[in-house]
């Protein structure tokens, strides 16, 4: 089945998706980038500093990661309005701006001051992504290919926080800025030669440059079948006569994808995906292994980067909803697997050699669960759920909450290893069973329909 997905990927009609698709990841790439650096780079400021900046206490590396989350809840509002006013595409080119001036301030960072800037504009950055990147992708691509479309964009991430991860742990501060900031002009450039979706032409009633952006990616002269299935989802949603956020939270319709998205995000945040992306290379210090920051950027970042690969052939062969379930109790054993390590750790009153490599195989088995689907099936649902007219608020409020949550987990975090090493892990182990109950009674399959089946199905049901 897996072999037969697969072809139905490469036909050359899709040529004009795949070339946007690449250019829009590019932006996953830029914010990738600037995550990976994100937990060696917090180490590298606790242990040595940086520059004119001194050693960092333990207690401004937790007020850096909250101003990374401060961000992303001003990127996720920033974006929303370029999206729905000023388009997709000038969107992500607006995107690369406080991309390139994160990087300038840690180049140039002389002080505590200017660390807080680059962090702050990082966050700004992650959430624009995701926001802009996932509803790009999903109103440009034919229905079998939105789900690989997408996550392709989350592997070019992935591949994006290796790169920034090995640099930041193996070279310098000033080496990952440079090529970040490199990265983030090579992305101005080619973003600004791809196409406008048909989905936002039709909500600015341009009905004829919305045809002409179909025929160009389906490459293909009649589109008129898809342009009034278009056309008609769009006149639906102008029925209901309220208007912007006030129209996600009063519509029934709108308040079931929100519960069944929201239901998924946190899952993925209270299974502490961020704070293992983020933080990893602090907390495997913890397990007294004889490991340098490369080797733990190689060997998690690998993990994930490997995983997210595969997970572009599964999610349409296996489906949204099966791939949730399985992530989600993935999840559940790969954190179950790191709290017993501490728990034995506690009753023979030291970490052992054993214990610490076990601890570490239960993050590396939830950071492959994270690629293979915990990290993007939020995104992905978020961009093929929500109506067209609050597409670009509705996956912005999804990052608003996950800042939100990934704040609360990362005090939790620490409040819990510092009662008891073994608690986070346990309670984030029963966080992951309980997504997988969510995931049984609420989440719908959505594999191989199009935006406006979609929308019919949420109806009938």
């Known amino acids: 089945m897996v072999l037969t997905t697969v072809k139905s990927y490469f036909n050359k009609k899709y040529l004009q998706q795949y070339i946007s698709v690449m250019a829009a990841s590019l932006v996953f790439f830029v914010c990738g980038n600037q995550m990976g650096t994100m937990s060696p780079y917090l180490v590298i400021l606790n242990v040595d500093g940086y ?40 969107s992500m080119i607006l995107f690369t701006f406080p991309a390139l001036l994160s990087q300038i301030f840690q180049y140039f960072a002389v002080n505590i001051s200017m660390v807080f800037i680059s962090l702050f504009l990082r966050g700004i950055t992650s959430s624009w992504a995701f926001s802009v990147v996932p509803t790009y992708i999903s109103e440009i691509a034919l229905p079998h290919l939105r789900g690989p479309f997408t996550v392709l964009g989350v592997l070019i991430m992935s591949l994006g926080m290796l790169s920034g991860s090995l640099i930041q742990a193996s070279f310098s501060i000033e080496l990952s800025a440079l090529i970040g900031g490199i990265s983030v002009l090579v ?10 979706t048909p989905y936002f032409f039709i909500s600015k009633n341009k009905d004829a440059k919305c045809k002409e952006s179909l025929r160009k990616f389906r490459c293909e002269k009649i589109v008129d079948k898809e342009y009034e299935e278009i056309k008609s989802s769009w006149n639906e949603t102008l029925a209901i006569k309220q208007e912007g956020w006030v129209k996600i939270f009063t519509v029934p319709l709108n308040l079931k994808v929100v519960f069944i998205c929201v239901g998924v ?99 590396l088995i939830y950071l492959a669960i994270s690629g293979l689907g915990l990290k993007h099936l939020p995104n992905v649902l978020g961009a093929e759920l929500f109506t067209t007219d609050i597409r670009s608020k509705g996956c912005s409020l999804l990052m608003v909450i996950s800042a939100i949550e990934g704040a609360i987990v990362a005090l939790l975090f620490d409040f819990l290893f510092n009662m008891a090493n073994y608690l986070p892990f346990l309670i984030f182990s029963a966080c992951g069973f309980l997504g997988f109950v969510f995931g049984v009674i609420w989440v719908p399959e959505t594999r191989s329909k199009s935006l406006a089946e979609i929308q019919r199905q949420l109806k009938c049901n």
């Open 51 to 90: 520059h004119e900046v001194p050693k960092i206490s333990s207690l401004i590396v937790s007020w850096l990661s909250s101003i990374y989350n401060i961000g992303i809840l001003f990127g996720a509002l920033m974006s929303t309005y370029a999206n729905d006013i000023l388009g997709r595409k000038l």
């Open 265 to 363: 995000q946190t899952c993925q945040q209270f299974t502490a995906l961020t704070t293992m992306v983020t933080n990893i290379h602090t907390i495997v210090q913890h397990y007294q292994l004889d490991l340098s920051l490369t080797q733990i950027s190689i060997m998690s970042k690998g993990v994930e980067t490997f995983t997210t690969i595969i997970s572009i052939f599964v999610i349409d062969s296996w489906g949204r909803r099966p791939l949730f379930l399985f992530v989600s109790l993935g999840a559940c054993i790969a954190h179950f697997i790191t709290g017993l390590a501490f728990v034995i750790a506690n009753i023979n009153g030291e970490i052992s050699t054993t214990v610490g490599i076990t601890a570490f195989i239960g993050n």
């Open 187 to 196: 992305t101005l450039v080619l973003v600004c030669v791809i196409s406008e």
